[in-house]
Each structure stands twice: as structure tokens, then as C-alpha cells.
């Protein structure tokens, strides 16, 4: 078997774990969707990227896109069908670019970190959201705590 590619991803997931309301997370199944598939369903479903498109921009070919469009739709069904939750991590990606976050105000941006001529990182960007400097790098390894499979927890 070949091992996966790694997909890039533009940003990462605003939220991360969604529940039916009424029901305690005790009784609740537990189903995870990867970052990547939730970049799949960012960029074909709310971006309405072709899936070439897309593809391109995950680094993947786009039958690869397709299975993971359709591993992603399969999950969000079956969760809303059957009043499970979903918590969105793991998979193989990383970031396309820098991404960084607000301290202020928690909102993701892509950046290109801007160097000064000591090659030091220098002058940042301000938060796109409420224009604050306090900006820290986000990396793809705290959306990578659980890989596949289901798992239950009890918050």
C-alpha cells in the first residue's frame, strides 16, 4: 500500500468539536472528521471550488479529493441522521502557509511572516478581525491528537 500524500490546508477549522443540543456527551458516539475532509467540504461545499480545483490547492489528485469529499459527506450525514457529535481533527496535512492566530480576538489568518534583512522575523501582520499586532504561529500538530478510527469520551 502507498503511504498518503500530505494535503495542504489554507486554514484550520474555526471550531472543532459540534453537539446535538439535549443530549449529554456521556451518551453521545464520538465520530471524528479529519482536517483534511473538513478542508475538502470548506473548499467544495461553502468555496464551491470545481473538484480539479481543489484538488490542486489540497496537492492531491482529484479522484484522491473525491474520496475524501466523500468520506467527509458520509460522516457529517451519518452524525446528523443519528445524533452524534463530531470533533474535527487528525489526518495527513499541513498548513499551506504560515498560519497564525489572534491572541485578542481567536481569529486564523494566513500570513507570510515578513523578514528583515538579519533575517530575523519582523513586523507581522495585524489581526484582519480587530486590527491587534498579537498574532501566534498556529502548527498542524494541535490538530493532529487522534488519527482514524471512533473512539467515545466522557467530558
Not at 475524501?68 to 458520509?74: C, D, N, P
Amino acid at each position: 500500500m502507498k503511504p498518503r500524500k500530505i494535503r495542504n490546508v489554507s486554514l484550520p477549522p474555526k471550531v472543532v468539536f459540534f453537539k446535538p443540543h439535549g443530549i449529554p456527551l456521556r451518551e453521545i458516539e464520538i465520530v471524528n472528521l479529519t482536517v483534511d475532509e473538513y478542508e475538502a467540504i470548506r473548499l467544495a461545499d461553502y468555496e464551491s471550488l470545481k473538484h480539479y480545483e481543489a484538488a490542486k490547492k489540497m496537492n492531491i489528485s482529484r479522484p484522491t479529493f473525491t474520496r475524501l469529499l466523500e468520506s467527509a459527506h458520509k460522516k457529517i450525514s451519518n452524525t446528523i441522521v443519528e445524533g452524534k457529535a463530531i470533533r474535527i481533527e487528525g489526518g495527513d496535512f499541513k498548513f499551506s502557509d504560515k498560519v497564525f492566530q489572534c491572541i485578542r480576538c481567536g481569529q486564523f489568518q494566513n500570513l507570510q511572516a515578513k523578514e528583515n534583512d538579519k533575517g530575523k522575523e519582523s513586523g507581522r501582520e495585524h489581526c484582519i478581525n480587530c486590527s491587534s499586532d498579537e498574532l501566534k504561529e498556529i502548527f498542524p500538530d494541535s490538530f493532529r491528537r487522534f488519527r482514524g478510527g471512533r473512539r467515545k469520551e466522557n467530558f
